[in-house]
């Protein structure tokens, strides 16, 4: 093999892996600001045209931040989207994932969580060098529920509460074990 041909090949797998990690990061960014009830980073990561459908909802991805965090903030106190199993087929500026999803859900009353299992079917367009989703559908595989007593008793004390706002620790630059200041169980 020329050297040319190796520099080609080379190009190839680099661009391949920086596009697999930029797509990856679009997804796992969306999961986050989700969870932060984060508008701003959880709608950076649509096309403006591009489309979610969560269920009956199908909103602009730009416009799903706000709602979502109304109707979860309707009926929960936290939630964490859990990313598991992504795969992704690459074809030039277009991108098709699936991502397996695991939810988990403190109801409003904080006694009961409500955990869920699905999917996020994705299409991810490179447009203006940037990998961002133009379509994303949702299935949901399962539910169940589950008791909360135990984050109250006692025996988690001292752990951080994660908040849904910037004052989240995870924010802090830099993180700090004495400046940054934290809600505890």
């Known amino acids: 093999m020329s050297i040319e041909d190796e520099l080609k090949e080379l190009r ?3 661009r391949y892996v920086t596009d697999r990690i930029a797509i990856l990061d679009c997804v796992m960014k969306q999961s986050r600001g989700h969870d932060r009830h984060d508008i701003e980073l959880m709608t950076s990561v649509y096309h ?3 489309v979610d459908e969560h269920g009956p909802v ?3 991805g730009p416009d799903y931040g706000e709602y979502a965090n109304q109707a979860h903030s309707s ?3 936290d939630h964490l989207h859990n990313i598991t199993t992504h795969t992704c087929e690459i074809d030039g ?3 098709h994932c699936e991502s397996y999803v ?3 859900m403190r109801s409003r009353d904080g006694k009961s969580v409500h955990l869920f299992g699905g999917r996020y079917l994705d299409r991810v367009e490179r447009r203006d060098g940037e990998w961002k989703i133009a379509l994303r559908r949702c299935t949901l595989e399962w539910t169940m529920n589950g008791d909360t007593s135990l984050l109250s008793s006692g025996a988690f004390a001292g752990f951080i509460k994660g908040t849904w706002d910037k004052n989240d620790p995870s924010y802090a630059r830099p993180l700090d074990l004495e400046k940054t200041s934290v809600e505890k169980w």
Do not use: S
């Open 93 to 95: 500026d277009e991108a």
């Open 58 to 60: 199908v909103k602009l």
């Open 12 to 14: 190839r797998e680099l």
């Open 75 to 77: 009926v929960f106190v």
């Open 102 to 104: 695991i939810g988990a």
């Open 48 to 50: 403006d045209d591009g």
